[in-house]
T-cell receptor, first 112, second 112 residues
Framework: NAGVTQTPKFQVLKTGQSMTLQCAQD?????MSWYRQDPGMGLRLIHY???????DQGEVPNGYNVSRSTTEDFPLRLLSAAPSQTSVYFC???????????FGEGSRLTVL | EDKVVQSPLSLVVHEGDTVTLNCSYE??????LLWYKQEKKAPTFLFML????IEKKSGRLSSILDKKELFSILNITATQTGDSAVYLC????????????FGKGTKLSVKP
């Protein structure tokens, strides 16, 4: 009963490095998304996907790339990490386009 | 501006108290308003409200949406220390998108 699984849970990067946050769900959900959560800012949408092969930008997409080659996986790529990307990242999925989101446990990223 | 505003930002009560958390928003055309509870990690789903005036209940928690006055409330009766968490309100945006705009949350602390 895995639900939404994110890896890694913690990561420290240096400015300019790249990395990929992995997200996988086993609920056969069509909709997946990435949010970042910063103190005092709430959760903000980075990118989302309504199905395999379809992605779109959310509220704060700059500096991030996504792809959706399968229904199960939705990785988030940081191309050149910046200190402003220090945050907690949550992946989420939903069975419908406007309904309950199931969240992963989060990935805490620190960029030095 | 398109925001979801929660109040109060933080609240300290004693066990057994009843609390009301507020969520206001600024647009009329959206599909659903959702409440989540966030303890240490991932937000967990509480309620999804789509119709105005219909209360949803789950144990000691209840919620209602007023689409005319553009707000929702989350009530918790007979609070317990286990209710201590950040409560997040979010609304869907976009006619056919499953994306959420979150408020900044209300941090509830329940003291023994």
């Amino acid at each position: 009963n895995a639900g939404v699984t994110q890896t890694p849970k913690f990561q420290v990067l240096k400015t300019g490095q790249s990395m990929t946050l992995q997200c996988a769900q086993d609920m056969n959900h069509e909709y997946m998304s990435w949010y970042r959560q910063d103190p005092g800012m709430g959760l903000r949408l980075i990118h989302y996907s309504v199905g395999a092969g379809i992605t779109d930008q959310g509220e704060v997409p700059n500096g991030y790339n996504v792809s959706r080659s399968t229904t199960e996986d939705f990785p988030l790529r940081l191309l050149s990490a910046a200190p402003s990307q220090t945050s907690v990242y949550f992946c989420a999925s939903s069975a419908t386009r406007a309904g309950e989101l199931f969240f992963g446990e989060g990935s805490r990223l620190t960029v030095l | 501006e398109d925001k979801v505003v929660q109040s109060p930002l933080s609240l300290v009560v004693h066990e057994g108290d009843t609390v009301t958390l507020n969520c206001s928003y600024e647009v009329t055309n959206f599909r659903s308003l959702l409440w989540y509870k966030q303890e240490k990690k991932a937000p967990t789903f509480l309620f999804m409200l789509t119709s105005s005036g219909i209360e949803k209940k789950s144990g000691r928690l209840s919620s209602i949406l007023d689409k005319k006055e553009l707000f929702s409330i989350l009530n918790i009766t007979a609070t317990q220390t286990g209710d201590s968490a950040v409560y997040l309100c979010a609304r869907t945006y976009g006619g056919s998108q499953g994306n959420l705009i979150f408020g900044k949350g209300t941090k509830l602390s329940v003291k023994p």
